[in-house]
């Protein structure tokens, strides 16, 4: 599998000056070299190197491999718009986004990052610094921080490229590592994980995560966003982008906090990590116009997306079941009926009497349906 190790560059003043010249001529370059290939149409990597090559070299002051790269990264861009087109995610054909979209070139913001191979940056990590090409030559003896279990991920596993990345004023690379998969073991047992909004997620343990906490948390940042907007200056409008990215940096730390929990309780009991398949959830349900905020800020996306890659990691056996009735369900009796239901936090049988939280009776129901999906997904084929 892979994962991406981020280090922090502790870069002097002049250091960070010749490193913000370098990533502005970058994504210059390829701004220019995106326009040639929307121009010419040329959006295979060797055609449009072959066309831009001399004037990315002339024109911006950079070297043959950083070229290379950054017509790289203009195909790559230009390869995730078509999945996009594709895929239907930039709307219909009529629409103004889509339209605006297609019809004119790719730009890359003066700071948006910039990949960069081995031929371009070398690590030394028993020194714990980076060599990397600049505008300004090779910089040697950049140093960088980071934990000794991501130094010993490095070590081990780095592989590819390594992107630069300025951010609030700081340097960052970005490493990405090819971490060998575990065996996945044959799973005891199962824990059903019931996401929500008010309970982030409870388990079939009984365990709850209370969401109640950060949702005060986004209802104050709301408020505080609604002052900034209303006072319509330039401070205010840099005073937003800071808070959004604040407030969705404490909702990633909540997630990943869950989901480590819920992936260690299930590795040293023996047993497997089940949640509802939960995709499209927002465009087939209907809210009220107040629910609306609520549900569009719910995190449970990326909260499957920790659970999954965290039970890769460690060897767990993940699965996605079915979400239909889960909390309308008996799991004593099976008896399905919206009315067991009574309240959004009760759960109540009206066939064979057992009540209980409904978020806990759902993940009960999660689980139940990891055993029997398990039994399919490990039967062996039949013989033609």
């Known amino acids: 599998m892979k994962l991406v190790v981020q280090v ?20 210059r370059a390829a701004t220019y070299a995106s326009i040639v290939a929307f121009t010419k149409d040329l959006k295979d990597r060797n055609s449009l190197q072959k066309e831009v090559y001399s ?5 911006f002051g950079l070297s043959a491999q950083p070229v290379v790269r950054a017509v790289k990264k203009v195909v790559d861009a230009y390869a995730t718009l078509k999945a ?8 219909p054909p009529t629409s103004k986004r889509l339209r605006k979209v297609v019809g004119t070139p790719i730009a890359f913001r003066p700071e948006a990052a910039q990949p960069f191979d081995d031929r371009c940056l070398s690590w030394q990590y028993d020194a714990r610094t ?9 910089m ?13 991920t490095l070590v081990t596993c780095r592989k590819g490229e390594s992107d630069l990345v300025q951010r609030g004023g700081k340097w960052f690379l970005v490493a990405t590592c090819d971490i060998p998969d ?21 388990t079939s343990d009984g365990v709850n995560y209370q969401g109640r906490r950060l949702s005060r948390y986004r209802r104050w940042h709301a408020r505080k966003r609604a002052e900034l907007q209303a006072k319509q200056t330039r401070s205010a409008t840099r005073r937003l982008a800071r808070r959004t990215q604040k407030e969705r940096r404490h909702a990633t730390h909540v997630n990943h906090k869950i989901s480590k929990e819920i992936v260690s309780v299930a590795q040293r009991t023996g047993r497997g990590v089940a949640v509802e398949e939960l995709g499209g959830i927002r465009e087939r349900v209907r809210l009220r116009c107040d629910q609306r905020s609520i549900l569009s800020s719910w995190p449970f996306h990326q909260l499957g997306r920790h659970l999954a890659y965290k039970a890769k990691k460690a060897g767990v056996p993940f699965l996605e079941v079915d979400p239909r009735h889960t909390s309308q369900r008996c799991p004593r009796c099976g008896h399905t009926e919206r009315a067991n239901r009574p309240t959004r936090d009760h759960f109540h049988c009206r066939r064979c009497g057992l009540a209980g939280p409904a978020d806990h009776v759902a993940g009960v129901n999660v689980r ?3 055993r029997s ?12």
């Open 55 to 59: 004037d990315l070299k002339a024109t």
């Open 368 to 370: 139940d349906r990891a």
């Open 140 to 152: 040697k003896n950049l140093r960088f921080a980071c934990s000794p279990d991501q130094l010993k």
């Open 182 to 202: 575990p065996e996945v073991y044959e799973p005891a047992d199962w824990i059903g994980v019931d996401r929500g909004i008010t309970n982030l997620a409870t």
């Open 373 to 384: 999906a398990w039994v399919f997904v490990t039967a062996p084929a039949p013989s033609l």
């Open 8 to 27: 922090k560059l502790l870069s002097t003043p002049e250091q960070a000056s010749t490193l913000d010249a370098t990533l502005r001529a970058c994504n």
């Open 130 to 138: 980076v060599s990397i090409w600049t505008v300004d030559g090779r």
């Open 84 to 91: 996009n087109l594709r895929a239907g995610n930039l709307g």
